[in-house]
């Protein structure tokens, strides 16, 4: 992977980290305004990952952070969506959406723990 593409992959994360962290806080106040049983929980997720996004974004020089923080996204994608397709649309978006975005989750942060002995590549 070239500088390129790892700052690319940067830039990435942490657009993602910041959209994550502006769509869990509007979550939070549609929450407290309109209720609905799944908004907190997408919006605690969405907003507990954001700053870790945003830091592997910023600091991420080796490849398998950088894979962690797509496997956290990905995965809060997943989950995230279909807790909220199930309140605004009534179903999820598809069988096991929400399991699999929860084991990218924690896949994703393993990778992140794993990263600690991976070599950074410039």
Do not use: K, Y
């Not at 593409?5 to 309109?34: D, E, K, P």
């Not at 507990?48 to 020089?61: D, K, M, Q, T, W």
């Not at 398998?64 to 797509?70: E, M, Q, Y």
């Not at 199930?86 to 598809?94: K, Q, T």
Request: aromatic content about 10%; hydrophobic content about 55%.
């Amino acid at each position: 992977m070239t500088a390129d593409t790892g700052n690319r992959s940067n830039g990435i994360l942490i657009f993602l980290g910041g959209l994550c962290g502006a769509i869990g806080v509007a979550l939070s106040a549609a929450a407290a305004h309109v209720g609905g049983s799944f908004l907190g929980t997408a919006a605690s997720f969405l907003l507990f990952h954001a700053p870790a996004l945003v830091a592997i974004g910023l600091f991420g020089e080796s490849r398998w952070l950088r894979l962690a923080g797509f496997m956290l996204g990905i995965g809060l994608m997943l989950f995230c969506g279909d807790l909220l397709a199930r309140d605004f649309l009534g179903s999820r978006l598809f069988p096991f959406a929400a399991p699999t975005g929860g084991t990218l989750l924690i896949a994703g942060w393993l990778a992140v723990a794993g990263s600690a002995f991976a070599s950074a590549r410039s």
